[in-house]
């Protein structure tokens, strides 16, 4: 996804059990117009994953905070 500037997105964790393992979905999508702005795949969850995600995220915007 190109960079552009967006005004809201919203960010989402996911838990699911696959083959008796958990693992993570993390998702971020522009709020408005609904286009995928980034995924992720893990196996934990630890807030440094959710670092790394939001700043690529923020990658992906122009209006970063």
Do not use: M, Q, W
């Not at 960079?3 to 693992?23: F, Q, R, S, Y």
């Not at 709020?31 to 807030?47: A, E, F």
Request: glycine share 2%; net charge positive.
């Amino acid at each position: 996804v190109p960079t552009k500037e967006k005004k809201v997105g919203a960010v989402d964790i996911t838990e699911l059990k696959v083959n008796e393992k958990t693992i993570y979905v993390r998702v971020a999508v522009d709020y408005y117009t609904r286009k995928l702005l980034t995924i992720k795949v893990t196996r934990n969850r630890s807030t440094l994953k959710a670092f790394v995600f939001v700043k690529k995220v923020l990658k992906k915007c122009k209006n970063k905070l």
